[in-house]
């Protein structure tokens, strides 16, 4: 069966913010100009916003440059920072507030808004629609067309695969959707980035690109302790017991809501560790607790955050192509903020596309996005800040907040100097028989939960019947290598109970299962496998999470 073919001239991949952005500009200077564009989007999730997640506190500096009138057009941005309140947390029961004076000003939120990114998107994509873009959700891009040394486009994965490669009833091979440039802005480790940045060798002269995995919740709180527009952030316990860093965050939007949620470094060292279990310690903690106590857990979701920053920046551009947002790392980690940075790559490629577009070209390197980009405060911000995420990994969060400190409220401007972190994540952990055993306690249901129930409500579903998505670039070596060496750390790290090591049902021995049902696409395996043997793609389109308000 021959494939169909579509051609436009921008395709964009991933419909977050940074690719909706981009559409929104392109088609607004295209009217401004009267010229006669194809734009189209497509997004992995069943629908936009299924897949977005993230804390949300949104600084809306990229929001105001693309729609002034974003009150007016009803964006979702109904809840604005009252207060922001930071707590030391020095053991499992106690706690000190740091004075705001001692603060980095990055961590201040006034102007800010708490938001769900998902429903930000939804939005975005409405005003997409209505400037002529077609959004197509439920398309997940599976490969990337390359000819000539240009990217010519992506193939759609193919639907109705059985899990034995065999074609099922109603099968249907991937689309061709060809275009003159094509904006990858898949979020955090994009599968198809990954690639780009490697075959095109865009991170050479670069620092590793580093991550975080935050895992969050929407929780229906006491109407009597609600306070909208409440930001905490926490540091600290648990995670310093662990040798490990990272903080956590809870944040009062409208409806009677809070999201509360960890970002755990993945650069940690300890194999016993457990992002997930560290997360449900945390929310024991009375600072956390007593938000919580008496309400109702209603949604759940983890995602992979790429915070290597500035030095890891890869180069955005390459023969028909840009790769933006955190496809490409532009999350400013020192804020917790990516959503704006994202937005604001979108609309400068967009700007440098239309550009291309306007003087004919078609697939050449867009060259002229590089000097866009070090015009702009995107450029600056991050460069700003690019000793914020090499100062937490090398000196932890206290030494490191100082120097944030220094930095952003005496010097207001970086030091002299720059800190590299050159161990990607993947090569930091220690032997298991090297590190402290972490017992982490049982559930109790009411602050504290499981994995598959966890999983449940982030309404995460996957055709069971089809080619595992994760997959093994060598089958023995969970067993022979990462077992005796790591205890399997894919067994802890994965926040979705995807990775099991189990007994044979035969009872001869040991099995690695792989439970791809689960996979609520963080990543998180493929950045932190130790032997880099586990390897994300996509599964079929609209398959995985349906994160509501999140």
Known sequence: MERESMEFDVLIVGG?????????????MAQESEQELTVCVVEKGS???AHILAGTVFEPTALNELFPDWKEKGAPLNTPVTRDDIFLLKGQDRATKIPNAFVPKNMHNHGNYIISLGNLCRWLAEQAEGLGVEVYPGFAAAETI?????????????????RDGSEKDGYMPGMELRAKYTLFTEGCRGHLGKRLINDFKLDEGKDPQHYGIGIKELWDIDPAKHEPGLVVHTTGWPLNESGSTGGSFLYHLENGQVYVGLITDLSYSNPHLSPFEEFQRLKTHPEVAKHLEGGKRVAYGARAITKGGFNSLPKMSFPGGLLLGCDAGTLNSSKIKGSHTAMKSGILGAEAVFEALKEGKSGEEITSFEDRFKDSWLYKELYNERNFSPGMH????????AIAYIEQNILRSSLPITFHDTVPDHATLKNADQSKKLEYPRPDNKLTFDRLSSVFISNTNHEEDQPVHLKLANPAIPLEENLPKYNEPAQRYCPAGVYEVVEKDDGTGLKFQINAQNCVHCKTCDIKDPAQNITWVTPEGGGGPNYPNM
């Open 146 to 162: 390359v000819e000539d040394g240009q990217v010519k486009g992506i193939i759609t994965g193919d639907m109705g695969v059985a």
């Open 47 to 49: 629908e936009i916003g």
């Open 394 to 401: 090398k000196f932890g969060n206290f030494v490191g907040g």
């Open 16 to 28: 977050g913010p940074a690719g909706l952005s981009a559409a929104c500009r392109i088609m607004q």
